[in-house]
């Protein structure tokens, strides 16, 4: 008789790499692989990626990707990802929106270019739209990725009054495959009665740690 395996993630943590691009976004202390890894261990996380914002820390995931075979010995396992800033005047006007970018691929230097080409232009600082997303990673053919954004009271989050085309329906038309909400349960509730009121209670919210 088989019974389901529930596994415990986390995929949205940053590192102090973060502070690159966005200052104070990492106010912890410097941590390494192992300090990581104790600490993903003590929480009895299965399933865990570093986000940090339009970039990703190339020596800490080749360092994980080193010891990833390791790691699945403990039941720990990782998917590449950052947040993304996102300005799509299609999507939410003139108001920049935070997403969650996981890739299906561990090359780690080939996510970094695609994230160069997302976030660079003409040597400042560039915030891509969904249809820059799709462009290049169609160049890098690197077709595999998930995109959750940020919803609702998140900081940096969708809200529909924003929005061009309502958030349920930007779901529902695969621009997304998710929701990752805020972690506070009085907010999260506040998001559910929106899903209710669309006729929804199966759609996909995430909440991570964000730590």
């Not at 780690?108 to 990673?137: W, Y």
């Not at 009271?153 to 309502?166: A, E, I, R, V, Y």
């Not at 038309?173 to 009665?193: C, G, H, P, R, V």
Request: hydrophobic share 35%; with cysteine; net charge negative.
């Amino acid at each position: 008789m088989t019974t389901s395996k529930w596994l415990k993630m986390d995929l949205h943590i940053h590192s102090w790499e973060s502070n690159k691009k966005k200052s104070n976004d990492y106010k912890g202390s410097p941590y390494d692989v192992d300090m990581l890894i104790e600490k993903l261990t003590e929480n009895n996380i299965n399933l865990f990626s570093i986000t940090d914002h339009n970039l990703i820390n190339i020596e800490l995931y080749k360092e994980l990707c080193l010891k990833r075979d390791k790691l699945l010995e403990k039941n720990l396992n990782f998917i590449v990802g950052t947040e993304l800033d996102i300005l799509d005047k299609k999507i939410y006007g003139n108001k920049v929106f935070h997403t969650l970018l996981f890739f299906d691929s561990y090359d780690i230097e080939k996510i970094n270019n695609i994230l160069d080409s997302l976030t660079i232009e003409e040597g400042k600082n560039a915030k891509p739209s969904l249809d820059k997303i799709f462009e290049v990673m169609n160049e890098y053919n690197e077709r595999n990725f998930i995109l959750i954004p940020h919803f609702n009271n998140k900081s940096k989050g969708l809200q529909d009054k924003f929005m061009k085309k309502k958030s349920i329906d930007c779901l529902n038309t695969m621009i997304f495959d998710a929701y990752e909400d805020t972690n506070n349960i009085n907010k999260i509730q506040e998001s559910l009665d929106i899903y209710s009121k669309n006729g929804y209670d199966d759609l996909p919210m995430l909440i991570f740690s964000d730590c």
